[in-house]
């Protein structure tokens, strides 16, 4: 994965669909309004991010490519916002193209904790005129010039009913691969895509079927494959993988890494990029499936409209000891889940024996943001702190039992006495420890509270201590 990661730095890829302005208001819901049986939101937030093939764009940068986007835009503030928004990322707007007579698409989501309440849409769905359908043209046949690999990322906004079939046609002169999500109503608009990749819904929409087994994706994907003249046709279906299907070749499915989901708002357009951008890294069809595999498993456990780095997926890859990173792997990671607004938890230990008062002192830690990192003290730092005939067991053995937790996020090692050189790296927004510490005892607290962080002291679970149980153990005859 490492060797693929490498090969698709820096690589091209055009990408063209409905782009839109993905906008989130977070707050708290505390009671229900007296005007209607409806919950009253206190507002605390607001993020806005791109979205649609906007977002595709921005996964493919988070991968290290070079998104060529092209899409169209109203006229209008959140036209504007949305060039700024890419801009800032360090992607070019320059291929959008401003629609007089459409407003640009806005999606508001309204969040109580992680839990969705109402979807407003601002949009008008209609196909570009032919001034404009010849501009959004000019734009796409420029950038095929550049890239190995072509997107169209459809949400039915009325781009594929005026482009759809033109685009297809200038990728096949230009042998470009493109490839298409298609809403099930624009699929026959993109017949002789060389990939198409609908999920497993919008498969059976377009099927007249419901795919509910494994057996009938296996019957329905290479019959959609050869109607739509497809050169590959891949079937995403959420916790249950991928199947490929491809001329020539029986199909083949692809599990997809064990993951907490938590929102699979944009898991498509992740997919999507991915894809493409291994493919214009040179990638094969089933290397392609295989990072869009990943990179979908580490964005469905984000909030909103998400993107996978290099450096989680390199974590993912490497199976469960993933969670076991050393810093200069984790700061990134940490560093995204900053930009999208998740706070990071923070604490530390030897970890000698876990037992269950441990169990339960991670899980109030990790309740407290979206990641919990775990400190744990080498085996010559523990030696340093715990003495003679510590630590019981190896850094490798503590950290492997810790990163079998579903509560501990990622897991660090650190070979000082203390863990304030860690702290000062990191910099978490919590800083947690257990009810046997008082706050003035609690390393690092001075300097979280500097920046604004916050120190927790967990209540502490009486007669649960790993100094109890070697006690205890020694004490047997």
Same mark, same amino acid.
């Given at each position: 994965m490492?060797?693929?990661?490498?090969?698709?730095?820096?690589?091209?890829?055009?990408?063209c669909?409905d782009?839109?302005?993905?906008?989130?208001?977070?707050?708290?819901?505390?009671?229900?309004?007296?005007e209607?049986?409806?919950?009253?939101?206190?507002?605390?937030?607001?993020?806005?991010?791109?979205?649609?093939a906007?977002?595709?764009?921005?996964?493919?940068?988070?991968?290290?490519?070079i998104?060529?986007?092209?899409?169209?835009?109203?006229?209008?503030?959140?036209?504007?916002r949305?060039?700024?928004?890419?801009?800032?990322?360090?992607?070019?707007?320059?291929?959008?193209?401003?629609?007089?007579?459409?407003?640009?698409?806005?999606?508001?989501?309204?969040?109580?904790?992680?839990?969705?309440?109402?979807?407003?849409?601002?949009?008008?769905?209609?196909?570009?005129?032919?001034?404009?359908?010849?501009?959004?043209?000019?734009?796409?046949?420029?950038?095929?010039?550049?890239?190995?690999?072509?997107?169209?990322?459809?949400?039915?906004?009325?781009?594929?009913?005026?482009?759809?079939?033109?685009?297809?046609?200038?990728?096949e002169?230009?042998?470009?691969?493109?490839?298409?999500?298609?809403?099930?109503?624009?699929?026959?608009?993109?017949?002789?895509?060389?990939?198409?990749?609908?999920?497993?819904?919008?498969?059976?929409?377009?099927a007249?079927?419901?795919?509910?087994?494994?057996?009938?994706?296996?019957?329905t994907?290479?019959?959609?494959?050869?109607?739509l003249?497809?050169?590959?046709?891949?079937?995403?279906?959420?916790?249950?993988?991928?199947?490929?299907?491809e001329?020539?070749?029986p199909?083949?499915?692809?599990?997809?890494?064990?993951r907490?989901?938590?929102?699979?708002?944009?898991?498509?357009?992740?997919?999507?990029?991915?894809?493409?951008?291994?493919?214009?890294?040179?990638?094969?069809?089933?290397?392609?499936v295989q990072?869009?595999?990943?990179?979908?498993?580490? @964005?469905?456990? $984000?909030? !909103? *409209?998400? &993107?996978? #780095?290099?450096?989680?997926?390199?974590? /993912?890859?490497? %199976?469960?000891?993933?969670?076991i990173?050393?810093?200069?792997?984790l700061?990134?990671?940490?560093?995204d @889940?900053?930009? $999208?607004? !998740? *706070?990071? &938890?923070? #604490?530390?230990?030897v970890?000698?024996? /876990?037992?269950? %008062?441990?169990?339960?002192?991670?899980?109030?830690?990790?309740?407290?943001g979206?990641?919990?990192?775990?400190?744990?003290?080498?085996?010559?730092?523990?030696?340093?702190?715990?003495?003679?005939?510590?630590?019981l067991?190896?850094?490798?053995?503590?950290?492997q039992?810790?990163?079998?937790?579903?509560?501990?996020?990622?897991?660090?090692?650190?070979?000082?006495?203390?863990?304030?050189?860690?702290?000062?790296?990191?910099?978490?927004?919590?800083?947690?420890?257990?009810?046997?510490?008082?706050p003035?005892?609690?390393?690092?607290?001075?300097?979280?509270?500097?920046?604004?962080?916050?120190?927790?002291i967990?209540?502490?679970?009486?007669?649960?201590s790993?100094?109890?149980?070697?006690?205890k153990?020694?004490?047997?005859?």
């Amino acid at each position: 994965m490492r060797e693929l990661l490498d090969r698709i730095k820096g690589k091209r890829v055009t990408v063209c669909g409905d782009v839109m302005l993905d906008r989130y208001v977070s707050g708290e819901v505390q009671r229900i309004s007296p005007e209607a049986p409806v919950p009253v939101l206190k507002a605390i937030g607001v993020r806005e991010t791109p979205g649609g093939a906007a977002n595709v764009a921005q996964n493919i940068h988070a991968l290290g490519g070079i998104p060529l986007l092209i899409g169209r835009i109203g006229r209008d503030a959140p036209g504007k916002r949305l060039r700024f928004l890419l801009s800032r990322q360090g992607i070019s707007p320059d291929f959008l193209v401003e629609d007089p007579h459409v407003p640009t698409t806005v999606k508001t989501r309204f969040l109580s904790g992680i839990h969705q309440l109402l979807r407003v849409d601002e949009e008008k769905i209609s196909p570009p005129d032919l001034a404009v359908q010849k501009k959004l043209l000019s734009c796409f046949q420029s950038c095929l010039k550049q890239t190995p690999a072509g997107i169209f990322s459809d949400y039915d906004k009325g781009l594929a009913r005026g482009i759809g079939k033109e685009c297809v046609r200038l990728a096949e002169l230009s042998q470009v691969r493109l490839i298409v999500d298609p809403k099930p109503g624009n699929a026959h608009r993109f017949v002789k895509a060389y990939l198409m990749a609908p999920n497993v819904k919008e498969a059976g929409e377009m099927a007249g079927t419901s795919l509910d087994s494994q057996e009938k994706v296996q019957e329905t994907g290479e019959i959609l494959r050869k109607k739509l003249h497809c050169r590959a046709f891949l079937i995403t279906q959420g916790s249950g993988g991928m199947t490929l299907f491809e001329a020539r070749r029986p199909p083949r499915h692809f599990p997809v890494p064990q993951r907490e989901v938590y929102d699979v708002t944009g898991a498509g357009d992740t997919v999507m990029s991915a894809l493409g951008l291994a493919l214009s890294g040179g990638a094969s069809l089933a290397e392609a499936v295989q990072l869009a595999n990943y990179a979908a498993a580490i @964005v469905v456990q $984000k909030p !909103g *409209t998400a &993107v996978a #780095t290099p450096a989680e997926i390199l974590v /993912l890859a490497r %199976g469960n000891r993933s969670k076991i990173l050393s810093l200069p792997e984790l700061l990134p990671i940490l560093k995204d @889940v900053r930009r $999208k607004g !998740g *706070t990071v &938890v923070f #604490t530390n230990g030897v970890f000698d024996l /876990l037992h269950s %008062g441990h169990v339960a002192f991670l899980s109030q830690a990790r309740s407290l943001g979206e990641v919990l990192v775990v400190g744990v003290n080498s085996d010559a730092s523990a030696k340093k702190v715990k003495g003679k005939g510590r630590p019981l067991q190896s850094q490798e053995a503590r950290g492997q039992i810790l990163a079998s937790l579903q509560a501990v996020d990622f897991i660090v090692y650190f070979d000082e006495p203390t863990p304030l050189r860690l702290i000062r790296h990191l910099r978490p927004h919590i800083l947690v420890k257990g009810g046997d510490y008082s706050p003035e005892q609690v390393v690092g607290k001075s300097f979280v509270e500097s920046y604004g962080g916050k120190v927790v002291i967990l209540p502490y679970i009486s007669g649960h201590s790993t100094r109890g149980l070697i006690q205890k153990i020694r004490s047997l005859p």
